[in-house]
């Protein structure tokens, strides 16, 4: 039986099992797992070797679910990823082959360096959870996650992800380097003989499965908002569309991406109910993508990071 505390044990464990290879992320890791909780999808970005590619890796073999990586290429097409009918000669009929993105998790590496085509296929799929392939709709897992990743450095051969596309993803992730402690711990791990090519012999436990996790995701349903807090996460996302620095602010679901993810810092903390610094601590990660900034307050190196930490110290906070 799962309940608020299974919840957070399941999630605690699954915590500690991706620590056993990722060192450091933390913010990351918990920001994976909320959404994972809450049914959301994942855009990670950062500089190649911060391990966003190992840490998803490590955690589908924490749940044993399934898992595809899908390598974003500018002749991708969007058959690659979903699938398509071909023609059976032995039985004189068409069979549905079914692309990768038919898993529990889906690690969309690079995406931005797919082409608009390629990038719209995904949007059926993160949005309704199902594929369409000849008329025919499939359904995906109940755990279906996209976790995405893009370089922040490079603009040639790629292709900027349109603002429906990135509103999509319940959050955008970060991903810096390490810290110098961080660092040395890394290059003891592989001086003790650690390799990122074979996480078996990483020590790693299964903690989980992929229908325990669908249960957890039914337990936020019993998170408890209250209608102040509900009217201080449409006081910081409608605050979004009148700041001096944004251009476009935050559209409705934003607000719901803010509601949900404030629901799951509190169900992992073993919580039923949901608090302003619950509320706080996702406002970054949910809005940094859906707003834009002006083009002059970019100039003047202000990030969407900052105007959205100015809001929310603007804005009051329910007692």
Do not use: W
């Not at 809450?38 to 190992?54: M, Q, W, Y």
């Not at 009148?242 to 719901?256: E, L, M």
């Amino acid at each position: 039986m799962v309940d608020v505390t299974r919840v957070r044990d399941i999630f605690a464990a699954l915590k500690k099992e991706i620590q056993k290879v990722i060192v450091g992320q933390e913010g990351a890791i918990d920001l994976i797992l909320s959404a994972i909780l809450i049914r959301g999808h994942v855009l990670l970005e950062g500089v190649p070797g911060t391990a966003k590619t190992l840490t998803v890796k490590t955690l589908a073999q924490s749940i044993q679910s399934g898992f595809q990586r899908i390598q974003m290429t500018p002749d991708l097409m969007p058959s690659d990823v979903l699938g398509t009918n071909m023609f059976d000669a032995r039985t004189g009929t068409f069979q549905v082959h079914k692309g990768p993105i038919f898993s529990d998790l889906v690690l969309v590496d690079e995406i931005n360096r797919a082409p608009a085509k390629t990038q719209s296929a995904l949007l059926e799929c993160m949005e309704e959870k199902q594929v369409t392939i000849e008329g025919n709709r499939f359904p995906l897992s109940p755990i279906f996650t996209v976790l995405a990743t893009q370089n922040p450095l490079e603009y040639e051969g790629t292709y900027p992800l349109p603002e429906a596309q990135l509103d999509r993803f319940i959050f955008k992730i970060l991903i810096d380097y390490p810290a110098a402690g961080e660092e040395n711990k890394v290059l003891e791990k592989f001086e003790a003989g650690f390799r990122s090519d074979k996480l078996g012999d990483a020590g790693l436990t299964t903690v989980t499965n992929p229908q325990e996790i669908a249960e957890c995701q039914e337990i936020v349903k019993q998170v408890k908002t209250k209608p102040a807090i509900i009217e201080y996460i449409t006081a910081i996302t409608r605050a979004t569309r009148g700041a001096p620095d944004i251009q476009v602010g935050g559209g409705v679901r934003s607000s719901i991406g803010l509601f949900l993810a404030s629901k799951a810092v509190a169900l992992i903390d073993g919580r039923d109910f949901t608090t302003p610094d619950d509320v706080k601590k996702m406002v970054c990660p949910v809005l940094r993508h859906r707003i834009i900034l002006k083009p002059e307050a970019e100039i003047e190196g202000v990030t969407p990071d900052d105007t959205l930490t100015a809001i929310v110290n603007q804005v009051k906070v329910p007692r």
